[in-house]
């Protein structure tokens, strides 16, 4: 069976900050991977996926994640954060050849964004 | 805007009732994915409509029911509610079932079980 840990449930920082969120997943078999993003009181929507090729993929609002497979891992990335990146993100994974709506996600992390 | 609209907003009722929460894809998308959002589960998948077909099943209770209709739009069915049952439900629709068509998430129903 395939799991998600996402190892932080809160990450505050400051305006223009860098900010790693991270993300290990367990799988016997290959896996799609994603990160979505929910603001409050709204959907999620997908911030990037990796389904195969460069192991850098680079996804809307400037996030970024890499893909580490001897890690199991597929940390989110910012350089600089934005007040507007106050969100939960969710790590997600998908088994390849199975239905991709049938995501199995991580319990998220909630980014704050101080001034 | 997604373009996905679920209906009601807010749902509250009582343990053992019956609810049911409706879905309205984008227009032209022909799958819908219901998902459960609780505080003690977590995000959750239920089910996959495609095309009027059900597609995959995930974590879906017995008490739990979906379907698609003609129009595309889909209805979840909840019944013998439990106080467990308190969540956010998620509607998503995307174009097709292919890995890379993209999925849009409407803003859920919470539903309230007292």
């Known amino acids: 069976a395939q799991s998600v840990t996402q190892l932080d449930s809160q990450v505050p920082v400051f305006e223009e900050a860098p900010v790693e969120l991270r993300c290990n997943y367990s799988?016997?078999?290959?896996?799609?991977l994603f990160w979505y993003v929910q603001y409050p009181n709204q959907g999620l929507q997908l911030l990037l996926k990796y389904l195969s090729g460069s192991t850098l993929v680079k996804g809307i609002n400037g996030f970024e994640a890499e893909f580490n497979k001897s890690q199991t891992s597929f940390h989110l990335r910012k350089p600089s954060v934005h007040i507007s990146d106050t969100a939960e993100y969710f790590c997600?994974?998908?088994?390849?050849?199975?239905?991709?709506?049938?995501?199995?996600f991580g319990k998220g992390t909630k980014l704050s964004v101080k001034p | 805007d997604s373009g996905v609209t679920q209906t009601p907003k807010h749902l509250i009722t009582a343990t053992g009732q019956r609810v049911t929460l409706r879905c309205s894809p984008r227009?032209?998308?022909?799958?819908v994915y219901w998902y459960q959002q609780s505080l003690d589960q977590g995000l959750q998948f239920l089910i996959q409509y495609y095309n009027g077909e059900e597609r995959a099943k995930g974590n879906i209770l017995e008490r739990f029911s979906a379907q698609q209709f003609p129009d595309l739009h889909s209805e979840l069915n909840l019944s013998s509610l439990e106080l467990g049952d308190s969540a956010l439900y998620f509607c998503?629709?995307?174009?097709?079932?292919?890995?890379?068509?993209?999925?849009?998430f409407g803003n859920g129903t919470r539903l309230t079980v007292t």
């Open positions: 799988s016997s078999v290959s896996v799609y």
């Open positions: 997600a994974v998908s088994v390849l050849g199975g239905s991709q709506g049938n995501l199995i």
């Open positions: 998503a629709s995307s174009a097709d079932a292919r890995w890379d068509s993209p999925l849009h």
């Open positions: 227009s032209g998308d022909l799958s």
